[in-house]
């Protein structure tokens, strides 16, 4: 049974940096697309960033762009989301999840890591 392994996430000032990971437990990453969302309670969940099976450079949210990086190592068979310039509207649910490509609907979704943004 395919999971997901997820960690990073936690508590920084405004303008900190966060490094999330994705770790699949089967090497998939060539296959499907990653990508990541993050949730609010009371608010739409959001799709954050997406890298396609090919790999390339990661298609981003509006409010994310220019801050957040989405990559890979395919030998660590790992996908990691680099947050800088972190703000407090940053705060919410990640979750890493499986799509067949980037603007596809998510057919599988990690537990979710927390990140919180606060002085």
């Known amino acids: 049974q395919l999971q997901f392994v997820e960690s990073g996430g936690g508590l920084v000032q405004p303008g900190g940096s966060l490094r999330l990971s994705c770790t699949p437990s089967?090497?998939?990453?060539?296959?499907?697309?990653i990508r990541w969302f993050r949730q609010v309670p009371g608010k739409e969940r959001e799709g954050v960033a997406c890298l396609s099976g090919s790999g390339g450079s990661g298609n981003y949210a509006d409010s994310v762009k220019g801050r957040f990086t989405i990559s890979r190592d395919n030998a660590k068979n790992t996908v990691w989301l680099q947050m800088n310039s972190l703000e407090p509207e940053d705060t919410a649910v990640y979750y890493c999840?499986?799509?067949?490509?980037?603007?596809?609907?998510?057919?599988?979704w990690g537990q979710g890591t927390q990140v919180t943004v606060s002085s």
């Open positions: 089967e090497a998939i990453l060539d296959y499907y697309a």
């Open positions: 999840t499986l799509a067949y490509h980037c603007s596809g609907s998510p057919w599988y």
